[in-house]
């Protein structure tokens, strides 16, 4: 490998790393960094069971002359910044949950590559349901050359699945929520976000070929298909504005997760946590207090038909505009108590009805539980990392 030339590119780096200072050297030299941080600054490992490894490794940008040790940290303080600047909110790792193979490497005369260190998660009893882990390992100090600073650290992201399970909606169970209505504070809102995960069976194949997830029709509703698009295709409404990812036809079979946002200047749709499609709006407000076709519907809308064949879980209702990183990063779960949360449905477990039917519980403590129809509704095991 030839010796690294920095001048002007890796101060820009550096700065954009928040790291203070920065040679501007004209002259090539050598350099050791993090392996897989030259690619990408962080590396994944699925933890479904425990003790889970992953190793990693330590480079020179040309062969060593002599043995090179390198000394290694765990740097929780660099998390937030790192999170900041990404889009991100994972979590430091408890200590107790990994641990380290050595806390030095090294890079032995003739060779470019360090022996593997191996990062072993021991225990994930710590870990909350949902969040997303991650451990900053950097490297401290070396015998000779300098570090590459861009590389010097390399952010390694534990993921543990969500465990859960889901509801079945069909024409004999689907849900309302009527105290929606009874809560005038949500006539106007100026913000909304409806988010759930979704898996159909099949798609409605009778005019008007729609399938309602959920919402109020006209008001905030999501669905899929109308008369005018295809009955595998995502579409969101409020009165005219109705924009629908045609480029991105769902198939049965297979778990999604899809928000509608209404920031009071667009009405988007976002699929898997990315954006697809939307269209501008001119500031109107939603009313979730709306009796419109008979109120919110969760699998159902129009007076309780329009019903959808599926399975549903992990459906929210926010009074905010969620952006990007907050959608793709909450899909498998979120705090009950996160701000601008009104109402959340995991759809992972109900209670029979007062009379008849199920309950499924608000798990924000707002009191806005979801009322289905069926005496038992059919449920499904999830697995989402």
Not at 225 to 230: Q, T
Request: glycine residues 8%; charged residues 20%.
């Amino acid at each position: 490998m030839k010796s690294l030339k920095i001048k002007y590119f890796p101060c820009l780096l550096a700065l954009a790393a928040g790291i203070a200072g920065c040679d501007n050297v004209d002259e090539p030299y050598d350099a050791i960094y993090m392996t897989d941080a030259q690619n990408t600054s962080y590396k994944t490992i699925t933890v479904d069971e425990t003790p889970q490894g992953v190793e990693f490794t330590v480079s020179s940008s040309v062969k060593a002359t002599s043995d090179v040790t390198i000394e290694l940290e765990v740097r929780p303080d660099l998390l937030e910044e790192y999170n900041r600047a990404n889009g991100k909110n994972y979590v430091m790792a408890p200590e107790s949950s990994f641990s380290l193979s050595t806390a030095k490497t090294e890079i032995s005369a003739g060779y470019s590559q360090s022996q593997p260190v191996e990062l072993v998660v021991n225990s994930t009893e710590e870990f909350a349901e949902g969040a997303i882990y991650c451990i900053p390992v950097r490297i401290k100090s070396v015998s000779a050359m300098k570090v590459l600073e861009p590389s010097r650290t390399l952010y390694i992201v534990l993921k543990a699945p969500v465990v859960s399970k889901a509801i079945y909606l069909g024409s004999g169970n689907i849900y309302k929520v009527p105290s929606f209505k009874e809560d005038a504070s949500l006539s106007a809102l100026k913000q909304l976000t409806l988010e759930t995960r979704v898996y159909m069976n099949s798609f409605q194949t009778r005019d008007p070929y729609i399938s309602s997830i959920m919402g109020i029709e006209g008001v905030c509703c999501v669905r899929f298909g109308d008369v005018k698009i295809d009955n595998n295709v995502l579409q969101i409404c409020h009165d005219s504005y109705q924009p629908a990812a045609v480029d991105r036809p769902f198939e049965t079979g297979r778990w999604y997760h899809v928000a509608a946002v209404w920031s009071g200047a667009s009405w988007d749709i976002y699929i898997d946590g990315q954006y697809a499609t939307g269209i501008p709006v001119a500031g109107e407000t939603i009313d979730l207090t709306s009796d419109n076709s008979g109120g919110f519907y969760l699998g159902a809308s129009y007076g309780g038909g329009r019903t959808l064949d599926g399975y549903i879980a992990e459906t929210r209702v926010w009074t905010k505009a969620l952006s990007q990183s907050e959608i793709a990063n909450n899909m498998n779960y979120v705090d009950p108590a996160s701000d601008g949360l009104l109402a959340y449905w995991r759809m992972n477990a109900w209670e029979p009805g007062e009379t008849s039917g199920n309950v499924v519980r608000d798990l924000t403590g707002h009191g806005h539980d979801a009322k289905g129809a069926s005496s038992n509704p059919k449920m499904m095991d999830t697995k989402w990392l």
